[in-house]
């Protein structure tokens, strides 16, 4: 009964139109009423508690890293390096967007705005150059969704908050797999531009190659200076997403001196803007996490799920089949929010390493940014490249295929995630 007084509150309001925020705390003081557990003061104490949180500091300074990286010219440096190295060959367009999400997602973490930015940066090219629009908005929205997987990641410190697991382990754990989603796209765009009549462009001289590595050295140094300082145990993952905002915003300025202080107001009311959404998503679901503990559902979902714990394979399966239906109406952040608390009981339950689940869930968690009608990254490619949504959906069926079997070959060989996650964690 408790299960259903907490789902039909959350999906009826959400019904409604109420934001999913709103829709957490009507869901929370529903199953108040219902435990007879309704005192105001608790929900205010767990609402403050539940953004009181010094790991989430990083949201904030991973979204404005973001904003800067994108205005002050980081990007586009990442974006013309790719361009010199792959641009020439055939469907180079393509490879250079793979190529370039994987360096964009090691700066920002962040899958809106690395699709963003590659979509305005790169569409444009690849239609002119004789591509299908549809394929390559497809593609641009599923190199994207690498943002959430390659650290440093927003998608791992929500969660490692959510589930109480080392986020420093989590962004270790998620280079492999990022990296193995990129390959998958790559094999994807060849097998479907294999047999297109494009002409690509002219191979870019050894000197023009250098000129772009040379003038990317400092937009590439970034993931270079976060991964080796988590490594070495310099700094902790919400000091590592401070050094990527002040990193970013001296290089904007002082290096390349693309960004005016003129501009900084703007992005810093965009960045804060984003970030609110996100902390007061965070605030509103630890109540309703608080009661799903107090209610003891996850002991429910344990029971509901015990012939699969002796058979942990099975129960990622399950698992990941039940998130990727949710994620078609959910977007990422509150899926991770709401879902954690209910799954670790039973992930811990089975014996599965919490760190090797995470790297699933947000996988699993950022495919579905690709899915309509909710897909967040589906609808900001469809916006940026002015594209009706049924369009880009179809152009990312095959890419979303393609990431959907890589995440599926990582559930069946764990080793591909935590032998790497050792390595890389020391």
Not at 27 to 46: C, E, K, P, R, T
Not at 69 to 86: C, D, E, F, K, P
Not at 207 to 216: D, H, T
Not at 227 to 237: A, I, K, N, S
């Amino acid at each position: 009964m408790t299960v259903a007084v907490f789902l039909v509150s959350l999906l009826g309001v959400m019904a409604l139109g109420v934001p999913i925020a709103f829709a957490l705390l009507a869901s929370g003081v529903a199953m108040m009423w219902h435990l007879d557990l309704f005192d105001a003061q608790i929900l205010a104490q767990n609402l403050i508690n539940g953004a009181d949180s010094f790991p989430l500091l990083a949201v904030p300074f991973f979204m404005l890293a973001g904003e800067i990286m994108n205005v002050g010219g980081l990007s586009q440096r990442i974006v013309n390096l790719a361009l010199a190295l792959v641009g020439h060959v055939k469907g180079g367009l393509g490879y250079v967007a793979v190529m370039a999400a994987c360096l964009m997602a090691a700066l920002s973490g962040s899958a809106v705005a690395d699709a963003a930015a590659l979509t305005a940066l790169l569409l444009p090219m690849m239609v002119k150059a004789g591509h299908d629009k549809a394929t390559s908005a497809g593609l641009i929205a599923s190199a994207g969704i690498i943002g959430p997987v390659i650290p440093p990641s927003i998608g791992f410190v929500i969660f490692g908050v959510a589930a109480n697991v080392s986020i420093a382990k989590l962004f270790m754990a998620g280079i492999v797999p990022g990296v193995l989603m990129g390959a998958a796209l790559w094999c994807t765009w060849w097998w479907l531009v294999r047999k297109d009549k494009i002409v690509p462009p002219p191979r870019k001289s050894a000197r023009e190659i250098r000129v772009a590595l040379r003038e990317s050295l400092w937009a590439l140094m970034l993931p270079v200076i976060i991964l080796v300082g988590l490594r070495l145990g310099v700094f902790t993952p919400t000091e590592a997403a401070v050094v990527a905002a002040v990193y970013a915003l001296f290089v904007s300025t002082v290096i390349y001196r693309e960004l005016s202080l003129r501009q900084l107001y703007p992005i810093f009311v965009a960045s804060a803007r984003t970030s609110a959404v996100i902390m007061f998503l965070v605030a509103a679901a630890m109540v309703s996490a608080w009661l799903i503990t107090v209610a003891d559902l996850p002991s429910m979902v344990i029971d509901l799920l015990d012939p699969l714990i002796d058979r942990p394979t099975l129960l990622l399966v399950a698992i990941m089949v039940l998130v990727l239906v949710v994620g078609t109406a959910m977007d990422m952040t509150p899926t991770i929010l709401i879902l954690t608390p209910v799954l670790m009981p039973v992930i811990k339950a089975a014996g599965i390493d919490p760190v090797y689940f995470g790297v699933l869930f947000i996988i699993v968690n950022a495919i579905g940014l690709l899915t309509p009608p909710v897909g967040t990254v589906l609808n900001v490619v469809s916006g940026v490249g002015r594209m009706k949504l049924d369009a880009v959906a179809r152009g990312v069926l095959p890419f979303m295929a393609a990431q959907t079997a890589v995440l599926f070959l990582l559930v069946l060989f764990p080793s591909i995630v935590t032998v790497p996650a050792r390595w890389f964690g020391g």
